[in-house]
């Protein structure tokens, strides 16, 4: 992972998420309060300019996801904005402070930064929220034999990471406001895991492209 | 959609200096923040109290901020809950010395937002305590669960705290007084008719001429379930069995009760309500010590209504009659203009 392909990531959610702004709040509406879409684009917008202001040449992995993580975490607001922002801050310490990362380090920090969002939103997996698609996800990649590239692994994860995202369809929500509903939750696929794997997705579109 | 608005992505704003503007001898902003705080400060010494939210709530968050309630109110976007750095800011703002008490309602992102800031606030050595509203007995409790919605009852906290803090205790006594207004009230509300979320511009879910929502909470979400709508008297007791229930209400109880318009309700209808949720009790032998009718914890335009019974027993009948003076709620205080 470089900082240019990181950058890129970033950028590529937050077209992919404004291009399903409205699906996504539709996903909402239906179990919680119809806004996923429409925070997560604000936030990611503002994400965005990061680069359109001041395409900063001297950040390295480290800074950057403290500098996303922080924008999100500030712009985005409701559980999102805290669960995508402190994730990211946090996961930090991973990356190295330069401009790239081996393949072994990046899983290392995408697992640390699902982790954060765990235990930030004391959620598990089955509990129809965005662990869903980020947990099995992380640990599929850490499970399958590391000889073959992770552009080959992330790959072939994209269509699990769909599996993921339905999965929640039948699911009752434990965590999130769409737990309130009870029995009602269950019948509709949660906002939160379908933008997960928009992010997913962009990852296989960057390091795979 | 049908809204009064300007720019949709500017609506938090503008109803912040247009709340300014109406209550200048009340609220100010903090500046480049959603952040309401007293035009008067409290004293130096005494505990603040902070509260917010998403926005949409009106007259909470920022109608309570004055004398013997809230010393800042941090508005988020429309059903949102505020951003930690927002937080930070309403915290330093009603920091006096004496540290700082967050009344947060249970929701998964307002519970997240305030810890995180929480954190912001101790890494500056402000030291915060903070409660956490769970009054909804709509919703099941459970340890698997995000548990209970905060809902109007966080009215009633927001006075007793306030109250207490406005007297000179501690920290801890503030935070003490507004966890035991917790243990001690329970809502449940009911929807008509849906609201709109601006930016969305579309409602959060559609009802029939003859459905409504029951248990429904304070983000236009749907209710825990859908019924075809019944005589005020019929929901009275259905919501007054629910919570009294709950809260193992005994005859011979006193408790202040809340009779809470969620935003296009009349005024007329509310009384409806209050008339009965006033027989319920006489039959089952509670007194009522205090009653607040109106809109005091709403959704948007939604119609319907939520009815919140608060236990009173030690110092917290007299932590409710303390004078306050805000914008939305005025009690004890002589009026010298």
Request: with cysteine; glycine share 10%.
């Amino acid at each position: 992972m470089t900082v240019e392909q990181f950058s890129l990531l970033w950028q590529c959610f937050a077209q992919r998420v404004r291009q399903n702004q409205g699906h996504l709040d539709d996903l909402d509406r239906a179990i919680g309060d119809g806004d996923h879409g429409t925070n997560l684009t604000r936030g990611l917008g503002n994400v965005e300019t990061l680069w359109n202001q001041s395409p900063d040449q001297n950040l390295n992995l480290q800074a950057l996801s403290k500098k996303v993580g922080m924008t999100l975490l500030s712009t985005v607001g409701g559980a999102s904005g805290a669960l995508w922002g402190s994730g990211l801050m946090k996961a930090a310490q991973v990356f190295p402070a330069s401009s790239e990362c081996d393949d072994e380090t990046f899983v290392l920090w995408m697992d640390a930064f699902v982790g954060n969002i765990e235990e930030r939103g004391k959620a598990h997996v089955g509990d129809k929220t965005m662990v869903d698609v980020m947990r099995p996800a992380v640990n599929w990649l850490k499970a399958i034999p590391q000889d073959r590239s992770l552009r080959a692994r992330l790959h072939e994860l994209q269509e699990l990471v769909q599996q993921y995202s339905q999965g929640t369809k039948d699911l009752q929500a434990r965590r999130g406001r769409a737990s309130y509903l009870g029995a009602r939750s269950i019948g509709h696929v949660d906002p939160g895991a379908f933008s997960s794997a928009l992010w997913w997705e962009c990852l296989d579109s960057v390091l795979g492209g | 959609m049908k809204k009064l608005l300007d720019n949709v992505e500017q609506l938090v704003d503008d109803a912040l200096e247009g709340l300014i503007w109406a209550f200048p001898e009340y609220l100010q902003r903090v500046p480049g923040t959603h952040v309401l705080t007293r035009k008067k400060a409290k004293a130096e010494g005494k505990v603040g109290i902070v509260s917010g939210g998403g926005s949409g709530h009106e007259p909470a968050h920022g109608g309570y901020v004055g004398y013997g309630m809230l010393d800042a109110a941090v508005a988020g976007e429309v059903f949102t809950s505020p951003t930690p750095d927002q937080i930070l800011a309403g915290i330093r703002a009603a920091h006096h010395g004496a540290g700082v008490l967050l009344v947060i309602k249970n929701y998964t992102g307002d519970v997240m937002n305030f810890d995180i800031a929480k954190d912001l606030a101790a890494d500056e050595g402000i030291e915060t305590a903070s409660v956490i509203v769970n009054d909804d007995v709509a919703v099941e409790d459970s340890l698997y669960t995000t548990g209970r919605r905060g809902i109007a009852g966080t009215v009633f906290v927001h006075k007793i705290a306030g109250a207490l803090a406005e007297s000179g205790v501690n920290l801890q006594a503030v935070q003490n007084g507004a966890q035991m207004v917790i243990d001690n009230v329970r809502s449940m509300g009911f929807a008509l008719a849906p609201c709109t979320v601006p930016a969305a511009g579309k409602p959060t879910f559609t009802l029939s001429e003859t459905e409504m929502e029951m248990g429904i909470g304070i983000h236009g979400e749907p209710g825990t379930h859908r019924q075809d709508i019944k005589p005020a008297r019929e929901l009275a007791d259905f919501l007054l069995e629910r919570i009294s229930t709950d809260l193992k209400l005994e005859s011979g109880s006193h408790v202040a009760c809340l009779i809470n318009g969620m935003g296009a309700t009349p005024l007329i209808e509310l009384a409806v309500l209050a008339k009965n949720v006033g027989a319920w009790l006489t039959a089952k032998q509670i007194s009522k010590d205090v009653v607040w009718m109106g809109e005091y914890m709403t959704s948007l335009e939604m119609a319907g209504a939520s009815v919140t019974l608060l236990r009173l027993s030690g110092e917290l009948n007299k932590w409710l009659a303390a004078p306050c003076d805000t914008p939305a709620l005025r009690q004890g205080v002589v009026y010298d203009r």
